[in-house]
């Protein structure tokens, strides 16, 4: 069964400065997908970034990037330029192919809670 | 674009009273809908999931049921809360297919049981 492991309960990073997060999975799978969500005080669960198994390339959004190495199954997320407003719970997901691709379930790890310093 | 409403944003509850959680998605057809409960502190734990009207998916054994009445209409019910129900339930919906389709989640419900 695939296990998704952020083994850091808790980072803390100086504004403006690089964080990087961690997180391994296990899976027999060759092709599979990748999310990293941001879950603020308020609750709500965001999409970060996402990334394909299949790609060598690392994704990238803004301050955000993630580095993906797939031999040994880790995707660790990089928050660069640390803001206050990224300040969160961070978790990493991973999806299950299920029915060919029908149901889209995502495995969550239990989460890194990021405080940002100012 | 899509929307996805869930309510009521809090709920306090006394044990073994009913439950019922909606949620609803607009600008998209045919989704597949989840519901999660966060213990405090916690990861997310998929309770149901569901391809299709009618179509409900348990991933564990509890005390609670999901049934999904309308295309984009998932409700979360319980006919006699526990203690152990407390916690913030998301739901989430997603495109069907192959791909890096992302999950999008509602603003959660924080239920609490007294």
């Known amino acids: 069964a695939q296990t998704v492991t952020q083994s850091q309960p808790e980072m803390s990073v100086q504004e403006a400065e690089t964080v990087t997060l961690s997180c391994t999975y296990d899976?027999?799978?060759?092709?599979?997908?990748l999310f990293w969500y941001k879950q603020p005080p308020s609750r709500q669960m965001i999409l970060v970034i996402r990334?394909?198994?299949?790609?060598?390339q690392n994704a990238t959004e803004n301050r955000f990037s993630v580095n993906f190495q797939k031999a040994a199954k880790s995707f660790s997320l990089k928050i660069s330029d640390s803001q206050l407003g990224d300040a969160a719970m961070y978790f990493c997901?991973?999806?299950?192919?299920?029915?060919?691709?029908?149901?889209?379930?995502?495995?969550f790890g239990t989460g890194t809670l990021l405080a940002v310093q100012p | 674009s899509q929307t996805i409403h869930q309510w009521p944003a809090t709920l306090v509850q006394p044990v073994g009273s009913p439950l019922s959680l909606e949620c609803t998605v607009e600008?998209?057809?045919?989704?597949?809908l989840y519901w999660y409960r966060q213990a405090a502190g916690r990861g997310l734990q998929l309770l149901f999931y569901?391809?299709?009207?009618?179509?409900i998916s348990s991933e564990v054994p509890q005390n609670l049921s999901a049934s999904r009445p309308q295309d984009r209409q998932f409700i979360l019910s319980s006919k006699k809360l526990l203690l152990s129900d407390s916690g913030f339930y998301l739901c989430?919906?997603?495109?069907?297919?192959?791909?890096?389709?992302?999950?999008?989640f509602g603003d959660g419900t924080r239920l609490s049981i007294l």
């Open positions: 989430a919906w997603s495109g069907r297919g192959k791909g890096n389709q992302p999950q999008h």
């Open positions: 997901a991973y999806r299950i192919e299920d029915y060919g691709g029908a149901t889209n379930k995502l495995i």
């Open positions: 569901s391809v299709g009207i009618g179509q």
């Open positions: 990334q394909e198994a299949y790609k060598q």
């Open positions: 600008g998209t057809s045919n989704p597949n």
């Open positions: 899976t027999s799978e060759s092709d599979y997908y």
